[in-house]
């Protein structure tokens, strides 16, 4: 496994203080650092399991499983003999049981190795052991990296498929989603396929419900605990802060925004930071895109729409895409 590298994660949360960048934490937001630590704030996983599992008006985790349920066999069409499958973003344990596994099931062992990516080793851990019971003969191979920075790392496997659900490609810019698939059509050889998940729900009224609450804000906040405990701050208050959902549909984008809620002054990597009462920090983004324009960003970044599939409820797709190479 590769180690977390925490300089990468000291320069975003740094860019984030100092505003030079914004949306910057959407790869640690789904993390606990140190599972060992009881009642640690600094928590991602349960609280991410909370929002998916006990939100609910989280309406992403409930129709995608409905959806890949639904159309596992036709996604298999898709799947080339002997494909190396590799997983940017396994998730919770329940996410892998109740997605990933039936995608599996239906390409009726025709994998040669299945491949994990995850930031967060307890998820590579999970995925592992269910692994373990239920198709004990699959290989795993875990990667414990982050696949928005090495997205090369597909290149390693002779005929990959790339498998990316839970619309976690959507909390990228739209500028870094172009830049990633960008980088995916590059590493996929010839015939490489992406499957993806995006939430293209419009509805003002449900993204409230679905954001605006409390497991999401817990989920949300977290990540300040972790920056607290782990990474060289001196007076750092993270609590006091309040979470700030805000949909903006011109960009499609729903942002996730934390609110500080008095004046503070810290030090974070020696560089002293001020922070007025009321000022917005940015952390991530739920983009929300309608299929044609996700169709649009695609092409623009060089892979070709071979289909899609929506959800009964008109707001979770799974978009099959192909590398431009695999259509010439
Ligand atoms: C929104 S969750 C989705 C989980 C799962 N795919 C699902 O459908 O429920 C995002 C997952 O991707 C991982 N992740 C997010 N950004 C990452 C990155 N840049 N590199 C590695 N893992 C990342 C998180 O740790 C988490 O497991």
Redesign the pocket.
């Known amino acids: 496994m590769i180690e977390f590298d925490s300089s990468l994660f000291k320069n975003k949360v740094k860019s984030l203080f100092l505003h030079t960048e914004e949306e910057t934490l959407?790869?640690?937001?789904?993390?606990t650092p140190d599972p060992n630590i009881e009642n640690d704030p600094a928590r991602?996983?349960e609280y991410?399991r909370q929002v998916?599992e006990e939100s609910v008006d989280y309406y992403?985790?409930k129709e995608?499983v409905r959806l890949i349920n639904t159309v596992a066999n036709q996604l298999s069409n898709y799947v080339p003999q002997g494909v190396n499958l590799v997983?940017?973003?396994?998730?919770?344990k329940?996410?892998?049981i109740n997605?990933?596994m039936p995608f599996l099931k239906s390409l009726n062992h025709n994998i040669t190795k299945y491949i994990p990516?995850?930031?967060?080793k307890t998820?590579l851990d999970q995925a592992k052991d269910v692994l373990q019971d239920e198709l004990p003969d699959m290989l795993v191979k875990p990667i414990?990296?982050?696949?928005?920075?090495?997205t090369d790392l597909v290149k390693q496997f002779d005929k990959p498929l790339v498998w990316?659900?839970?619309?976690?490609i959507t909390?990228l810019s739209t500028n870094q989603c172009i830049d990633f698939m960008k980088n995916i059509s590059q590493a996929l050889p010839s015939e490489g396929i992406l499957i993806v998940?995006v939430d293209a729900n419009q509805s003002e009224s449900s993204l409230k419900k679905a954001y605006d609450t409390e497991e999401m804000a817990n989920l949300m906040l977290s990540v300040l605990y972790w920056v607290d405990r782990d990474l060289p701050t001196t007076n750092f208050n993270p609590e006091a802060f309040k979470y700030q959902p805000e949909w903006t549909p011109n960009n499609y984008c729903l942002k996730h925004n934390a609110i500080a809620t008095s004046n503070q002054d810290f030090v974070f990597d020696g560089v002293n930071i001020s922070i007025k009462e009321n000022e917005k920090f940015h952390l991530l983004s739920s983009y929300k895109y309608p299929v044609d324009y996700f169709q649009k960003i695609a092409r623009q970044a060089g892979l070709e729409p071979l289909t899609h599939f929506v959800d009964e409820s008109k707001r979770m797709v799974i978009h099959v895409l192909a590398s431009k190479n695999s259509v010439a």
Do not use: H, M, R, W
């Open positions: 959407a790869a640690y937001i789904y993390s991602g996983e991410y998916i992403l985790y995608e997983e940017f973003g396994p998730g919770t329940t996410a892998f997605k990933t990516v995850d930031l967060c998820y414990q990296d982050d696949f928005i920075e090495n990316f659900k839970g619309s976690t909390n998940g």
